[in-house]
Nanobody, 116 residues
Framework: QVQLVESGGGLVQPGGSLRLSCVGS????????MGWYRQAPGKLRELVAR???????TYADSVKGRFTISRGNAKSTVYLQMNMLKPEDTAVYYC??????????WGQGTQVTVSS
């Protein structure tokens, strides 16, 4: 079973930056995409950003121009650079990977809090 481990969350002031990292315990066979989702209290989990194996990226409208997703050298590594953070970005951020057969793997989540 593939395990995804996130790191890089924390407390930051509005306008600040954080970089989230996600590392898989092994290469994911037939990988289709990796991405980041977030869930704020009382809200549904939502897509933040995703990067496909072919390199195409997708972003939520709310983070376009502020967040950047990228892949690491290892096949099951993904990063999320978050700039110009806002209080509404506060949430638990989850790493996700998906293969071509629709199998999803999830990390345990990392808390991001944007507050002065």
């Amino acid at each position: 079973q593939v395990q995804l481990v996130e790191s890089g969350g924390g407390l930051v002031q509005p306008g600040g930056s954080l970089r989230l990292s996600c590392v898989g315990s092994e290469d994911i066979r037939d990988l289709y995409a990796m991405g980041w989702y977030r869930q704020a209290p009382g809200k549904l989990r939502e897509l933040v950003a995703r990067i496909e194996e072919a390199g195409r990226t997708t972003y939520a409208d709310s983070v376009k121009g502020r967040f950047t997703i990228s892949r690491g050298n290892a096949k099951s590594t993904v990063y999320l650079q978050m700039n110009m953070l806002k209080p509404e970005d506060t949430a638990v951020y989850y790493c996700n990977s998906q293969n071509y057969y629709g199998t999803n793997y999830w990390g345990q989540g990392t808390q991001v809090t944007v507050s002065s």
